[in-house]
């Protein structure tokens, strides 16, 4: 079995900073993208960062130039740098990745728990 597990989330004041973290851990063979959404209260779950196995990113444009994802293959874990945060960022973060299990298994998506990130103003 696969799991994702966030940390890093929390509160901070608005220009303020945070890391997040997401780990996966079990039998992995492979992972294919990885991915940060956000979901705000009474909205839908928003893409907000990509990062491929090869490294390419992308952002929506809300937090480009503010965020920045990386990942640790060797740790199977993906980071989100987050600066000059705005009371807009809160929500609850989670991760995403694809997933392959085996050498010759089905790739499957897995997400986290989620990690609760507030700014005040």
């Known amino acids: 079995q696969v799991q994702l597990v966030e940390s890093g989330g929390g509160l901070v004041q608005a220009g303020g900073s945070l890391r997040l973290s997401c780990a996966a851990s079990g039998r992995i063979f492979s992972i294919n993208v990885m991915r940060w959404y956000r979901q705000a209260p009474g909205k839908q779950r928003e893409l907000v960062s990509t990062i491929t196995s090869g490294g390419s990113t992308d952002y929506v444009d809300s937090v480009r130039g503010r965020f920045t994802i990386s990942r640790d293959n060797a740790k199977n874990t993906v980071y989100l740098q987050m600066n000059n945060l705005k009371p807009e960022d809160t929500a609850v973060y989670y991760c995403?990745?694809?997933?392959?299990?085996?050498?010759?298994?089905?790739?499957?998506?897995?997400w986290g728990q989620g990690t609760q990130v507030t700014v005040s103003s």
């Open positions: 995403y990745a694809n997933i392959q299990q085996t050498m010759d298994g089905p790739r499957y998506n897995y």
